[in-house]
Nanobody, 122 residues
Framework: QVQLVESGGGLVQAGGSLCLFC???????????MAWFRQPPGKKREFVST????????SYSDSVKGRFTISRDNAKNTVYLEMNSLKPEDTAVYYC???????????????WGQGTQVTVSS
């Protein structure tokens, strides 16, 4: 049974920074692609970023490119999302996901965390 547990969310002012963490268990982490998605209030869940097994390949949505950085530590079964220059429009529930392909489609990810709230005040 795969479990993903996110943490690190919270309330921050615009222009501030947060780092999200996602710890995986129950499956060989180093053999899994990891990703972050988010769901803003009243909107559909959207792709944020993904990272390959080794961490060499990463991809970002246009809305976060240059501000967010995804990384992973396979020894700790953890994927990170460093978020800088946060904007009110980044307010959302952020979800960690585990899959097999580093793509931006939800359906390619088999396991999801429970989500962590990020709120950016103006």
């Amino acid at each position: 049974q795969v479990q993903l547990v996110e943490s690190g969310g919270g309330l921050v002012q615009a222009g501030g920074s947060l780092c999200l963490f996602c710890v995986a268990s129950g499956r060989t982490f180093s053999m899994s692609v990891m990703a972050w998605f988010r769901q803003p209030p009243g909107k559909k869940r959207e792709f944020v970023s993904t990272i390959s097994l080794s961490g060499i390949y990463t991809s970002y949505s246009d809305s976060v490119k240059g501000r967010f950085t995804i990384s992973r530590d396979n020894a700790k079964n953890t994927v990170y999302l460093e978020m800088n220059s946060l904007k009110p429009e980044d307010t959302a529930v952020y979800y960690c996901a585990l899959g097999l392909r580093p793509v931006g489609w939800e359906n390619d990810y088999d396991y999801w965390g429970q989500g962590t709230q990020v709120t950016v005040s103006s």
